[in-house]
């Protein structure tokens, strides 16, 4: 098994190196999947995963001397990647990367974001995160950005009044139309986002993956700036690019009845033609699938794969929430 992930990783390697100057870093990634996992499927005999099935990964990193923060994110859903033992195996990997990626540079504090392509399934990942600064990957200096940026996400509040009452745009956007609210968003305290909201800040700014303050703070599980982001407006059935909505990214059932008392719409539906309870019966806990029920939504909605949340449910091996969902009215 060491020979062979060795040799994947090798291979990857060459096949990204090899079409670099014809195509694009992610076209050659996408070269190097295809004959890889065909390698792997012979080899190893490959089951089935059909959640999550993205290919590549955005490790979204800071680094000051050492890691301070990493988030996996998956490119099909735009949102952190749920399966734990994926997120775990990928930043893992990522870490390796970071500390030569980082040097290669020049840099001493970084942020940024890190590709990672992934090959294999439920039983084989092979893992291989993009280390040149040549390549697809995104780097920049913390340094070089926005002050109320940076107060923002210290959760600074004297530095965020003064910035503002000296002129400082509260809805300016970095290279990513990331906005300062979406980053006090992930914040614990959110005493920096209330002063970002009562100064004016559009609550429903989106970024270039169409994410928004809101779907930033489910994304960090943030129970008191969902509330905050609620209660100044903002629009709980907003998705981003890839169709995902907030409901469909909460994980904790005190965020799911926040939304849900807000209007979300528990039978929206992203690009894949998953809704809200797909998702939660494969990934969270019996406590959110009872709260999304408490919603009465239809239970026998078909995927683009036509899978139903019962179907999701049993192939994840979730008796519990099985029973749920057939006491609700769910059919094969």
């Given at each position: ?98 500390p030569s990626f980082v040097r290669s540079l020049?840099?001493?504090?970084a942020q940024g974001t890190l590709y990672c ?216």
């Amino acid at each position: 098994m060491r020979w062979s992930l060795q040799l994947i990783r090798r291979f990857m390697r060459i096949e990204i190196k090899r079409h670099r100057k014809r195509i694009s870093g992610l076209v050659a990634a996408a070269v190097a999947f295809v004959l890889v996992s065909a390698y792997l499927v012979g080899r190893f005999r490959l089951r089935h995963f059909p959640y999550p099935d993205s290919m590549l990964y955005e490790v979204v990193f800071n680094w000051d001397g050492g890691i301070k923060s990493l988030r996996v994110v998956n490119e099909r859903t735009g949102l952190e990647e749920k399966d734990r033992q994926l997120r775990r195996m990928i930043a893992a990997e990522a870490e390796k990367t970071l500390p030569s990626f980082v040097r290669s540079l020049g840099l001493s504090r970084a942020q940024g974001t890190l590709y990672c392509y992934l090959a294999g399934g439920k039983e084989f990942y092979a893992i291989e995160c993009q280390d040149s600064a040549e390549g697809t990957s995104e780097i920049y200096d913390p340094d070089a950005k926005k002050p109320l940026m940076v107060a923002a996400q210290k959760g600074d509040v004297a530095a965020i009044k003064e910035l503002i009452q000296s002129g400082a745009n509260v809805n300016a956007p970095d290279q990513h139309s990331e906005t300062a609210l979406m980053r006090a968003a992930r914040l614990e305290d959110s005493a920096a986002l209330s002063a970002l909201v009562g100064a004016g800040a559009n609550v429903n700014a989106k970024d270039s993956e169409g994410r928004t303050a809101l779907l930033a703070a489910v994304e960090a599980r943030n129970i008191r700036a969902v509330k905050v982001l609620i209660a100044a407006g903002a629009e709980v059935n907003a998705a981003n690019n890839k169709g995902w909505t907030a409901l469909m990214a909460a994980e904790t059932p005190e965020i799911v009845r926040a939304l849900l008392a807000a209007g979300a719409n528990v039978n929206a539906t992203n690009q894949e033609g998953e809704t809200a309870l797909m998702v939660a019966a494969l990934f969270d806990t019996p406590a959110v699938v009872k709260v999304l029920l408490t919603a009465h939504p239809d239970v026998n909605i078909r995927s683009k794969d036509a899978q139903t949340a019962l179907d999701l449910a049993k192939s994840g091996g979730r008796s519990d929430v099985e029973a749920l969902l057939r006491k609700a009215g769910a059919v094969e």
